[in-house]
């Protein structure tokens, strides 16, 4: 199998190849699918615009006091004898990661799902460092061994099939073939439970921080998440700064909207909560527990009214799951930690525009994604934001703002703007443009790929308009 | 300036201005209403729909329906505490039987690779359960400590029918969770699983492949609740 490296900048070359790809057409197609289908029988019974319009407040009230409950959750996160470390960008907080690997004299480290270390890329920092960083949720424990980066914040494998999954197992870890699911399940299961035992450190993210308790919430189905919190004798959770929820009550409407928005599930196996490290007279668990909080890019995001709500998103993935662009060409595509609308909308801010200039247009705005939002992010507006601020028309508050202006686009819109708003000038300009209707180019770049390019028309519609009239005046005059 | 002064001082001094808090409305969370029986019925259905098993038994003949289930999935090792109800109950009834009892409450250094290879089933007891989820709620303690529900291939748990509750958030409110939480909270719903391989659902994936409930009734199961 071959293995790609791909980039936000090489989107357009990716996307072409994703299309021309039949296996990822029908893996993805098959997937989105029925992950649609799911969401809309589980939330059958709610009232499911009332529980998105909690979750949205929930969230809004969150960042709304956000450096306060930022603060809170240090605190009693400490009392609860959680050590709490900051990290301005991902170096920063793989180094604090590191660095508490390395105390613990730790060789071996097993992860659970989590997508601020992939935005970190820990793995490799941790790698770099002689610290072997292996993943224990299937689907990236199987990304992992076929050196690839997950493909969906919540399915990471879903982009491989069946065979590939068995070619993968097989080749990497001496796994008989097999297209038994359950086989290759538990070879993996049995792979990984050596690597749990032998594990100095486990590493988590967290789906909800709660500031009133101190407790970090983490959200999964197969045990993996508890396995790697609870048996190596230190658990590092990384996470966003914007994770934080004020109360303890927040966190039942966010973990009913979460499941459901994800996987069509009305809960996860496990909702693990974790308020501390092992007690005096506790057997098991680990002996620390350390929060790594991670801006990121987060704080310059919060700056500004439009893009915060950004920051709302509690990572479901339903965006991805109904986007028209998304479920044809995969999560690799988009060459981003996060894929699909969210992915659009958050990685310009984490790795410029001039990077991922090709994003925010790679929507159709058809909204699918706002209407699915859990938390009603409005999407699409913030695709348009986006697109403003690419040419250097929104308020320069994303880094590269203004990389795509083009001066001859400029001109272009300026010119056609001055043209609408000067009904002589119009008038001479489309009377001209039908005259030299001859003269428009046969090809406009990749537009003409798949259609014909337009030509002016030899009237133009008033003209057209006032003609019928004329010829059908009693028509004209009964209307007036 | 250090990383937090920095991100803090960032936030605080926000250019758009502060934020103002929305109040929220959590009735959508709550008054679901249902009678017990409606209850039981909803846990089970919930819980059984994700590969959960459930087992009902008068409160005083519990412990024989949990040697009925130990004898069916052949288990000859069980985890089990020592000070809880349930684990006195289930020691007194299985102490002359074939299964070995393994004491739950020592230190995992000492049995740790015993417990992930030979532990066959961990029996816990549950503070109570969630009707519209299906879920058990455990808080594990030293008696009953974290692993014992997940490392074994079986977990066999024990609820009384009247401990089951509407919802999640009615739960932490009514026991006031945000008062005192435990090191470690759990919610259970169904044994461990997986859908990565080509979205095909697997069970067992790395925490219990297998999931019994013995819901305990005060009365004879079917009369309490009919």
């Known amino acids: 199998m071959s293995v790609q490296t791909y980039t936000p900048q090489a989107f357009h070359r990716q996307a072409h190849d994703a299309l021309g790809n039949p296996q990822i057409r029908s893996n993805f197609r098959r997937a989105m699918d029925g992950l649609m289908d799911k969401r809309r029988s589980v939330f059958s019974e709610w009232d499911v615009e009332t529980l998105r319009e909690l979750g949205a407040n929930i969230r809004l009230r969150a960042l709304s006091r956000l450096p306060d409950l930022l603060e809170q959750l240090e605190a009693n996160c400490q009392a609860n004898g959680i050590r709490v470390h900051w990290a301005g960008d991902g170096d920063e907080a793989c180094r604090i990661v590191r660095e508490i690997c390395q105390a613990r004299e730790a060789k071996a480290v097993i992860k659970g799902k989590s997508m601020v270390s992939e935005e970190m890329h820990l793995n490799a920092h941790l790698e770099a460092a002689g610290i072997e960083a292996l993943e224990s949720d299937l689907g990236e424990y199987l990304v992992q061994l076929n050196e690839q980066t997950p493909s969906h914040i919540i399915m990471p494998a879903i982009h491989l099939n069946t065979d590939e999954i068995s070619d993968i197992l097989h080749d990497k870890t001496g796994t008989e073939r097999t297209r038994d699911v359950d086989a290759m399940t538990a070879a993996a299961r049995a792979q990984l439970r050596e690597r749990f035992m032998a594990a100095d450190v486990g590493i988590s993210g967290v789906n909800f921080a709660v500031a009133e308790t101190g407790t970090l919430c983490l959200v999964e189905n197969e045990g993996n998440g508890r396995m790697t919190t609870t048996v190596p004798p230190v658990h590092i959770a990384v996470t966003g700064i914007e994770k934080v929820v004020e109360q303890l009550r927040d966190v039942p409407p966010l973990y009913a909207l979460l499941t459901r928005s994800a996987t069509g599930q009305p809960v996860t196996t496990y909702f693990n909560m974790i308020s501390g490290p092992r007690r005096a007279d506790e057997h098991d668990g680990p002996e620390e527990v350390h929060l790594v909080l991670v801006d990121n890019g987060r704080s310059a995001i919060y700056q500004d009214d439009e893009l915060l709500d950004t920051l709302r998103c509690i990572r479901c993935g339903a965006c991805m799951n109904h986007c028209p662009v998304y479920t044809r060409v995969g999560g690799h595509t988009y060459g981003t930690t996060y894929p699909g609308p969210i992915g659009k909308i958050l990685m310009p801010h984490l790795m410029g525009l001039e990077a991922t200039r090709d994003l925010p247009s790679a929507s159709s705005l058809c909204g699918a994604c706002g209407e699915v939002c859990p938390v009603k992010i409005p999407i699409p507006d913030l695709l348009v934001r986006l697109r403003k601020e690419s040419v250097g028309e929104g308020r320069g508050n994303v880094p590269g703002a203004g990389v795509k202006r083009n001066r001859k686009e400029v001109f272009a819109w300026k010119s056609w703007q001055w043209l609408a708003t000067h009904p002589g000038a119009w008038r001479a300009g489309t009377g001209m443009a039908g005259k030299l209707r001859g003269l428009a180019p046969s090809t406009l770049r990749p537009w003409t790929d798949y259609r014909t390019a337009p030509k002016p028309a030899s009237t133009t519609l008033h003209a057209l308009v006032k003609r019928h009239r004329q010829d059908h005046d009693t028509t004209g005059e009964s209307e007036s | ?226």
């Open chain 2, 1 to 226: 300036m250090s990383a937090r002064e920095t991100i803090l001082k960032r936030l605080r001094e926000r250019a758009d201005g502060a934020l103002s808090a929305p109040e929220s409305d959590f009735s959508v969370m709550t008054g679901r209403g249902w009678t017990p029986a409606e209850r039981l019925a909803r846990f089970e259905s919930m819980i059984t729909a994700v590969h959960g098993e459930v087992h009902h038994a008068a409160r005083g003949e519990w412990t024989q329906a949990l040697a009925a289930v130990l004898r069916d999935k052949g288990v000859t090792r069980l985890g089990v505490g020592r000070e809880h109800p349930v684990a006195v109950e289930a020691r007194a009834a299985l102490a002359d039987g074939g299964v070995m009892l393994v004491d739950a409450d020592r230190d995992i250094a000492a049995w740790s690779r015993e417990q992930f290879e030979t532990l066959e089933a961990g029996l816990t007891s549950t503070r109570g359960a969630i009707a519209e989820t299906g879920s058990l709620w455990l808080w594990p303690t030293p008696d009953e400590p974290r692993r014992l529900s997940l490392v074994p291939p079986l977990h066999i748990a024990v609820l009384d029918a009247e401990t089951i509750e509407d919802t999640f958030f009615d739960v932490v409110e009514a026991h006031g969770w945000a008062q005192g939480m435990p090191t470690n909270a759990l919610l259970i719903s169904g044994p461990s699983k997986t859908a990565d391989i080509e979205q095909t659902l697997a069970y067992g994936v790395h925490g219990p492949r297998e999931l019994v409930v013995i819901v305990r009734h005060a009365d004879a199961p079917g009369q309490a609740d009919a």
